[in-house]
């Protein structure tokens, strides 16, 4: 069967693409740097005990103070991604989250069990035996969320495997016919504790920066995690690139020219980063880091087009303009902008205090 008359015709679009994709890849950013942070000080509060044992506890007491926060910011900021993701490419979202239904349910119930085991790690003293077994699940099961997310992505800009369907309609289609399927999760993966241990060394930093002196070892240590993921993902990444189509990276395109564009930025911004966190310029690294993040985000984008350019493009799309709406829309995200830095300046203030 042909994939492309699987495909559902797309509802108009009342903006220009480009407004859309624009926020797509804004929020999409937003939402990695809340992920990396939530995911990758998890990770580094479960593992690091294993080989620092108790000295390690007072790291691992802010971490669960600030979990269940990062937890919700992923979330929330997930929501409008989500959103700018259906109006530009529900016809393949919706299908690929039919064809992997029973797992994309399920995230909403793996979500809220990692919530509680997050609480429960935060709410009692013992963080190295019961401690130890909630954050560990809290990770996994973010683990295990992640996966399905990379998953939906696969499947979702790869129409040639929906007909996989007509043999197995279940609803769990998982694509491990995608070579990069694995390498891309790594990739994350890496990053994330790449990202969280540079947010460990960008917290104690502020905090010794407003006169605390209790954060010195915590600082060198968030380094050390960033410094050696970032070098491990330094293979999960050329993995993943191998593992790609060649059309992605192929310089007869204007695709191809960017994302080759995109992913050498990202290389010669990461190197400053590792460069400040090893000599303990701590602001820097994170800024580098951060444009890192972006360019991913937007060499992600551009594979996705060239992905979905046997099927789609953007300007495809039916356009039906109606911009009032959008213009609320924008007035409404600047002011949450503001309320939400409000809240965050609040929340640690308190905690200063206490
Ligand atoms: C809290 C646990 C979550 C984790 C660990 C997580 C992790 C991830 C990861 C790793 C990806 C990248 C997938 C890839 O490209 O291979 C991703 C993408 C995405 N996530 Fe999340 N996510 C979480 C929650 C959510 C929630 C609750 C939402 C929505 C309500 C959401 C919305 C999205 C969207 C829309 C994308 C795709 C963005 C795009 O392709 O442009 N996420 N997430």
């Known amino acids: 069967m042909d994939a492309l008359s699987l495909i559902p015709v797309p509802d108009a679009i009342p903006v220009h693409w480009f407004w859309l994709h624009l926020l797509l ?26 080989w620092r044992s108790s000295e390690i506890m007072p790291l691992n007491a802010h971490i669960a103070r600030t979990l269940p926060y990062s937890i919700a910011f992923t979330i929330n900021l997930g929501v409008a991604p989500l959103l700018f993701l259906q109006v530009l490419y529900g016809q393949f979202l919706y299908t690929s ?11 909403v119930g793996l979500l809220i069990i990692t919530y509680y085991a997050a609480y429960v790690y935060r709410l009692i003293d013992d963080r190295g035996g019961m401690g130890r077994l ?6 996994l099961l973010l683990f295990v969320v992640s996966f399905l997310f990379s998953n939906n992505v696969s499947i979702m800009q790869m129409p040639e495997v929906w007909t996989r369907y007509f043999s197995d309609r279940t609803g769990w289609l998982l694509n491990f016919s995608d070579p990069a399927l694995i390498p891309r999760y790594l990739h994350f993966i890496a990053s994330a504790v790449a990202i969280g241990g ?18 010195e070892a915590w600082i060198k240590l968030g380094c050390k995690w960033f410094t050696v993921a970032t070098i491990i993902n330094f293979g999960f990444g050329f993995w993943f690139l191998g593992a790609l189509p060649a059309a992605a990276y192929n310089a007869a395109t204007l695709g191809g020219k960017i994302f080759f564009i995109l992913v050498v930025g990202s290389v010669v911004t990461i190197i400053p980063s590792m460069v400040s966190a090893q000599t303990g310029r701590i602001i820097p690294a994170a800024a580098w880091a951060l444009v890192t993040v972006l360019l991913m985000t937007l060499a992600r984008d551009i594979l996705r087009l060239t992905y979905l350019k046997p099927y789609f493009s953007l300007a495809e799309l039916p356009y039906v303009p109606q911009y009032s709406p959008f213009i609320v829309f924008l007035l409404a995200f600047v002011g ?16 200063e205090v206490a």
Not at 337 to 348: A, E, P, S
Request: a positive charge; hydrophobic letters at 55%; glycine letters at 10%.
């Open 336 to 351: 949450a902008g503001f309320l939400v830095g409000w809240m965050l300046k609040t929340v640690w203030n308190t905690k």
């Open 25 to 50: 890849t804004l929020t999409t950013f937003l939402h990695f740097v809340a992920m990396n942070i939530m995911l990758g000080t998890g990770f580094i509060a479960f593992s690091s005990p294993f």
């Open 198 to 215: 540079l947010a460990i060394a960008l917290y104690f930093e502020i905090r010794k920066r407003r006169g605390a002196t209790d954060g």
């Open 97 to 107: 989250s039919i064809l992997m239904a029973v797992y994309w349910l399920s995230i």
């Open 134 to 139: 909630y954050i560990g699940a809290a990770v």
